[in-house]
């Protein structure tokens, strides 16, 4: 089924040049970008981002490294996109991301993972509102 998943490249993949060549995976993958945003993230929006890790003693840490420098945000459209998504980039830590995977190509430590993908149909629905201010997104232009 055609869906939209919502995509951030994180600040360490921004840095390091890698933005052509994540997107390059997705369009190979089938899953087309529909739109895109390169911004700077603040405190508020990163923490309501991760509002449900706010307990976890990575969390400080995670704020910091969301913000250090802008994120490149994506909706990307195709089949399945969520689940095709979240297996496209692999599991939350690089060291066991398998290579073939983004993190477990371009990543090294859990502290920087290079990307995130929404996990389910609603929460990328959730995310798109609080990075885009616009629900709408998640359907059609
Ligand atoms: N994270 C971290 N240390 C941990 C677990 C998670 O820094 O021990 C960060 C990491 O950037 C991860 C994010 O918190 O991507 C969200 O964690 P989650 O468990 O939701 O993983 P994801 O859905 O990103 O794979
Ligand atoms: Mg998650």
Known sequence: MNERAFIIIKPDGVR???IGEIVNRFEKKGLRPVY???KELSGETARSH??????????????????SGPVFAMI????????????????????????????????SDIDE????????LDHASREIQL???RTGLLHKL
């Open 76 to 107: 990307v459209e195709g089949r399945s996109a969520v689940a095709n998504a979240r297996s496209l980039i692999g599991p939350t830590n690089p060291v066991k991301a398998p290579p073939g995977t983004i993190r477990g190509d371009y990543g």
């Open 36 to 38: 895109a945003e390169l």
């Open 113 to 120: 993972n290079v990307i995130h993908s929404s996990d389910s």
């Open 16 to 18: 390091r040049g890698l």
């Open 50 to 67: 991760y509002g449900h890790l706010k307990e976890q003693v990575f969390f400080d840490e995670l704020i910091a490294y969301m913000t």
């Open 131 to 133: 990075f885009f201010g």
